[in-house]
């Protein structure tokens, strides 16, 4: 199927898609987004992008454009995801015509609704991702400067139930958890620890503030990380795994150089880092997804 859509795009614009994702929804169709560079459509430079989908069920395949992304806007970083009622989510990362925003669609019905962004304000926003736990669904996405954000939404509707929050990564980095290779679990620093020999820490709760250091650790000031877009092979690495029936949901972030990838627990905005692993060579598009489904084991409890 998506053989098929990059066969076609190929055919109609001036490079291969960028990424993609998939969902079979409710009806069992299957359901795939994409990331098109340069469609040669009139007001369009090589720099833009749209996102392409393709249908496919009983009666074959049916090929589309998710609506507004065919204009002058750059559409990046899709990410699809079911609901409740096994509808098919989409977001992404679009610009409002001053910065980079997350936006919201809904499949239903044969049809795309709903189209509206999630975010606002200054500053850009990049990569989203989405995991659902017990206490609900939560949207994570990279913001500048070097910041990952989480903030509560209902996936039906595409509403949010509070503002975008930075992940408190600086806490659940206090003890460095040691290496080891994908796939391999442990349960050791799965608690919250306050940040040790921190420069800079809060003398109240002796950490929070300060910036951590370590090999082959990502460079963290307070939530922040090191930038995880533009490049595709960090982009890859940064994943979100979950299942409804888990308490927790598992972050897998790229760390300093893409020589490691750390693996958190979080759980109603707190996380704790599970264990850090070794980057790959060359991380295909789903070494992130892989490695966050092997560790979803541990964050259900």
Not at 12 to 31: E, R
Not at 50 to 58: C, H, N, P, R, V
Not at 207 to 234: H, M, S, Y
Not at 274 to 282: C, E, H, I, M, T
């Amino acid at each position: 199927m998506v053989a098929a859509a990059l066969a076609l795009s190929a055919a109609t614009c001036l490079s291969a898609f960028a990424s993609s994702t998939s969902v079979t929804i409710a009806d069992g169709a299957s359901l795939t987004v994409w990331e098109q560079h340069g469609c040669a459509l009139a007001g369009r430079g090589r720099e833009s992008s749209s996102l392409k989908y393709s249908l496919t069920d009983a009666a074959g395949t049916h090929l589309g454009v998710v609506p507004t992304t065919a204009d002058a806007a750059r559409d990046t970083g899709p990410y699809l995801t079911l609901d409740e009622t096994g509808s098919a989510v989409l977001v992404w990362s679009r610009f409002d015509g001053s910065y980079r925003k997350i936006a919201y669609a809904r499949f239903s019905g044969g049809a795309w609704t709903n189209v509206h962004y999630l975010t606002f304000g200054p500053g850009d926003n990049y990569e989203p991702r989405i995991g659902t736990s017990l206490s609900g669904s939560y949207l994570f996405f990279y913001a500048q400067p070097d910041t990952y954000q989480y903030v509560p939404l209902d996936l039906v509707t595409g509403r949010l139930f509070a503002a975008p929050k930075p992940l408190d990564l600086a806490g659940a980095v206090g003890i460095f958890a040691p290496q080891r290779t994908p796939g391999w679990i442990s349960v050791q620093g799965m608690v919250d620890v306050p940040v040790a020999g921190a420069k800079g820490a809060d003398p109240r709760t002796g950490g929070g503030g300060g910036r951590v250091f370590g090999p082959r650790l990502p460079t963290i000031q307070g939530a922040t990380d090191v930038p995880v877009v533009i490049n595709r092979t960090k982009a890859s690495i940064w994943a979100v795994g979950s299942g409804g029936d888990c308490r927790g949901i598992v972050l897998v972030i790229p760390g300093r150089g893409l020589e490691s990838a750390l693996v958190f627990r979080f759980a109603n905005g707190r996380t704790s880092l599970l264990q850090r692993v070794d980057g790959p060579a060359q991380a295909a598009e789903r070494f992130g997804a892989d490695l966050a489904a092997s560790y979803l084991p541990i964050a259900c409890f």
